[in-house]
């Protein structure tokens, strides 16, 4: 029998989704105290994730999800940097709003948007 492999799953801080670890961008505090997105998620620190959704940057950079999940405050420079960083990221092309509706989230086996 063929073995399924193990998809690592994490959980965006702002809609509390969870997704696949790879789906999701990691912001990490260093153990300096920095604050600053990690796209390759290995930096060494305290990590949260958040989705592409442009709703859950604004609400994870400007309404605490995640200074609470770091566990630090954000100074408005690192939430300049990560704003930046986040734009440079979307797509040039297409409708963030169509990728948005289309994407996938998993909570555990149930998918969200089964249909009665």
């Given at each position: 029998m063929p073995r399924s492999g193990h998809t690592p799953e994490r959980t965006c801080i702002s809609c509390g989704l969870k997704f696949?670890?790879?789906?999701?961008?990691?912001?990490?505090?260093?153990?300096?105290?920095?604050?600053?997105?990690?796209?390759?998620?290995?930096?060494?620190?305290?990590?949260?994730?958040?989705?592409?959704?442009?709703?859950c940057w604004q609400k994870g950079v400007f309404k605490g999800g995640l200074e609470r999940g770091l566990k630090a405050p954000l100074s408005a420079q690192e939430r300049i940097i990560l704003l930046e960083f986040y734009q440079e990221r979307q797509p040039r092309t297409g409708n963030q709003e169509q990728a948005t509706k289309n994407r996938q989230p998993r909570t555990g086996n149930y998918e969200i948007n089964q249909r009665i």
């Open positions: 696949p670890k790879r789906g999701l961008i990691r912001i990490v505090r260093t153990p300096a105290g920095q604050i600053a997105a990690d796209p390759t998620g290995k930096r060494p620190g305290r990590g949260s994730y958040l989705c592409s959704s442009a709703e």
